[in-house]
């Protein structure tokens, strides 16, 4: 089989880093463009991608049919106008979530796909394909510890740029949470509240945080998410699941420890980079295998959409104070 030519657009955090894995470990594909407006990004990406060739827009790299499908790591409002003429080149394509941050670009993207009659998007849920969650889910559908009853999720950054906005709290990092609830209960949010902690007054000028998330499922199995994204000490996602007759718990940092002058020590992640890298490339890997397939093999457009619904009255919960309950759009048989 012929090796997969990917595009990667947008090569900044993210996407640079997604350049290296497909250099590296992924098997069956290279990077044969980068597709970044920044000159001197595309240039520090492409010297992990020697048989790529840079182009500044989406479009020039489908005039020249330089790849077979198409990874999209720009920021989440830029998803959309990447995104749609892939689609419409009929590419596949692996869009980092969130699929777009708003509920009404999401079902655009949605039905472009079902007018094109083929699944060609799958979302960067990247979580669904750590170890840990992957796990979790199947000790929850077991029973073994009886019925699941609740989850406690954490989610900490050690800081964020002073571009990080309020809202950003929702549809950039409480999505994953949308997603992964739903991901392990098998069953949607249904309402979204959320309260304030006493303000960190290391966050950004206009940034309140931490937040306390709280998202009710139809199966009434509640999620609590702490948002906390100024913590400083280093990166943390964890989840405890309560159960009938026991807890779960994944996401403690692993490792060596240390017993030394008086202390025991375990280092922790600063940077979801290594947090989740063998999440990022078990999701590559497997994507790359799909698309070679004719398939997708995880998330699709139907996933982001239904987390950009939650995460709209998740806005709306962080504005107004209220649990806000949230309105689906009926599921396209497409997506059966
Ligand atoms: N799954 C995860 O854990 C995870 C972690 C971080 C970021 N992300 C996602 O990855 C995406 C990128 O985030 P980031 O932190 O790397 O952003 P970033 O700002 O660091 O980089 C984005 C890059 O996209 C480029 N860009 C903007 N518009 C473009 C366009 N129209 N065509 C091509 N390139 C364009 C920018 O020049 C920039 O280099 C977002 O969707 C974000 O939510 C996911």
Redesign the pocket.
């Given at each position: 089989m012929t090796e997969l030519r990917i595009a990667v657009?947008?090569?900044?955090?993210?996407?640079a880093d997604h350049v290296i894995r497909i250099g590296k470990r992924i098997v069956g594909a290279h990077v044969s463009a980068i597709?970044?407006?920044?000159e001197s990004?595309a240039k520090s990406a492409m010297e992990n991608a020697p048989e790529a060739t840079w182009y500044p827009?989406?479009e020039t790299a489908i005039e020249a049919k330089s790849m077979d499908a198409v990874l999209i790591?720009?920021?989440?409002q830029?998803?959309e106008?990447?995104l749609l003429p892939a689609l419409h080149a009929g590419l596949p394509i692996l869009c980092?979530?969130?699929l777009a941050p708003d509920e009404e670009s999401s079902l655009r993207i949605v039905d472009a796909e079902v007018s094109g009659g083929k699944q060609l998007i799958q979302v960067?849920f990247?979580r669904r394909f750590d170890q840990g969650y992957m796990d979790l889910r199947e000790h929850i559908a077991s029973e073994a510890s009886g019925e699941l009853l609740g989850l406690h999720c954490a989610h900490r950054n050690p800081e964020v740029p002073d571009s990080y906005h309020n809202d950003m709290l929702i549809f950039?990092s409480v999505v994953?949470e949308i997603d992964v609830v739903r991901f392990l209960t098998d069953s949607p949010v249904t309402t979204v509240e959320v309260k304030h902690m006493k303000r960190n007054s290391l966050s950004p000028t206009g940034l309140n945080e931490p937040i306390l998330v709280l998202l009710g499922t139809e199966s009434g199995v509640l999620a609590t998410v702490e948002m906390n994204v100024s913590v400083q000490f280093g990166y943390q996602v964890k989840t405890e699941a309560v159960f009938q007759r026991g807890i779960a718990e994944i996401g403690r940092t692993s490792g060596m420890s240390r017993f030394f002058d008086g202390a025991i020590s375990t280092p922790e992640h600063m940077s979801?980079k290594t947090r989740?890298a063998a999440a990022y490339d078990n999701q590559i890997q497997r994507w790359v295998n799909a698309v070679q397939r004719g398939t997708i093999d995880g998330p699709s457009a139907w996933d982001g959409y239904l987390a950009a619904a939650a995460v709209k009255s998740g806005v709306a919960a962080l504005h107004s104070g209220s649990v806000e309950v949230v309105k689906y759009a009926n599921k396209p048989s497409f997506y059966n």
């Open positions: 657009v947008g090569t900044g955090l993210m996407g597709v970044e407006p920044d990004r827009d989406i790591a720009t920021p989440g830029f998803h106008p990447v980092e979530k969130p960067g990247m950039d994953h979801f989740f």
